[in-house]
């Protein structure tokens, strides 16, 4: 069973919750607690526009970059994988964790992470006015 979140705000969504848990096999792990308040858009545009003035200097894409700093920040995982355009085995990174599901805090973190690299190794950073 692959991990699923609920949010639970009223007492018919609890009721469904308690009818979808009791209806698992189980061995199965709950975990219950505050809700996590998500990260913004306006931080999510914040880190894409960061991204794309490191794609500037490096020549990679922003989607690129984006995949390096979630490598870099969370860590990764190889795996060994076809290349579909060439045929030859090739080692694949593949993050740990992926920012879009992380909560605020979570996500301030990695994009303190991500700007600190940028500043300090490309020399690339926001202006103020860019938030």
């Known amino acids: 069973m692959k991990d699923r979140t609920f949010q639970v705000e009223t007492e018919q969504q609890r009721e469904m919750l308690s009818r979808f848990t009791s209806r698992r096999p189980v061995p199965f792990q709950a975990v219950i607690g505050e809700i996590r308040k998500q990260r913004t858009l306006p931080a999510n545009r914040r880190l894409w526009l960061l991204h794309t003035?490191?794609?500037e200097v490096t020549g990679y894409t922003p989607e690129e970059c984006h995949e390096e700093m979630l490598c870099a920040h969370y860590g990764y995982t190889e795996k060994e994988r076809t290349n579909p355009w060439t045929g030859e085995c090739e080692?694949?990174?593949?993050?740990?964790?992926?920012?879009?599901?992380?909560?605020?805090?979570?996500?301030?973190?990695?994009?303190?992470?991500?700007?600190?690299?940028?500043?300090?190794?490309?020399?690339?950073?926001?202006?103020?006015?860019?938030?």
């Open 53 to 55: 003035a490191a794609s």
């Open 91 to 131: 080692m694949k990174k593949t993050p740990n964790k992926r920012s879009s599901v992380r909560d605020t805090k979570e996500f301030a973190k990695f994009m303190e992470h991500c700007e600190n690299f940028y500043g300090e190794t490309l020399g690339v950073w926001l202006h103020a006015l860019e938030e």
